[in-house]
């Protein structure tokens, strides 16, 4: 059964900071990998998908990396601006029947 | 206008008493999802839908059931609540062969 673990539970950093969000899974047989960014009192956004082909893909400030053998993914948040203070989520894909499993979040403050 | 919307945006209810959750969509996509989120759990698949006329069981589906009236029309079910589905709910639509899961605003649900 596919498990999807994110480290940690809540960070807080100083504006401008680089910073990496980690998300580990146990089944390295999956289709894809997503992150999502939710907002309080707003549904779930869609930041970066990764097919399991791919190491990583890129949007503007945000990089996701992809290691199957390894069974890891990190967000990596460049410049990190108070705008993005929010919870940060992960979810595999295991087939093309587009069921997620979902880790626990990460909630990212950003201090001005 | 948002693409996926849901009704109530917030509900309470005391245990033993049916409710339904509505979702409806405009993107025009065939497959939709309900997930649950509990604090510090993710979020949970309930119930999925390719079609009309094709649903099937998440992880979670003890205590839920599903109809799906039309393509853009789908609509969750608490046949007697009980206070341990006090949660988050989400509706998520994508279509086939594009991954990415478009997720409505939630419904809080409190049962008392």
């Known amino acids: 059964k596919q498990e999807v673990t994110q480290i940690p539970a809540a960070l807080s950093v100083p504006e401008g900071e680089n910073l990496v969000l980690n998300c580990s899974f146990t089944?390295?047989?999956?289709?894809?990998l997503q992150w999502f960014r939710q907002d309080p009192g707003k549904g779930l956004t869609s930041l970066l998908l990764i097919q399991s082909s791919q190491r990583e893909q890129t949007s503007g400030r945000l990089n996701a990396s992809l290691d199957k053998s390894s069974g890891r993914s990190t967000l990596y948040i460049a410049a990190s601006q108070p705008g993005d203070s929010a919870t940060y989520l992960c979810?595999?894909?295991?087939?093309?029947?587009?069921?997620?499993?979902f880790g626990q979040g990460t909630t990212l403050q950003v201090k001005p | 206008d948002a693409d996926v919307t849901q009704t109530p945006r917030n509900r309470i209810t005391k245990t033993g008493k049916r409710i339904m959750l509505e979702c409806s969509q405009t993107k025009g996509h065939d497959r939709m999802y309900w997930y649950r989120q509990d604090p510090g759990l993710g979020l949970r698949l309930i119930y999925y839908s390719f079609d009309v006329k094709d649903i099937n069981k998440g992880e979670i589906s003890d205590g839920y059931s599903v109809s799906r009236q039309a393509q853009a029309k789908f609509s969750l079910s608490l046949e007697s609540a009980i206070p341990n589905q006090t949660a988050l709910y989400f509706c998520?639509?994508?279509?086939?062969?594009?991954?990415?899961?478009?997720f409505g605003p939630g419904t809080r649900l409190l049962v008392l």
């Open positions: 998520a639509t994508s279509a086939p062969g594009q991954e990415t899961q478009y």
């Open positions: 979810a595999v894909c295991s087939g093309n029947t587009g069921k997620l499993i």
């Open positions: 089944d390295s047989a999956i289709y894809n």
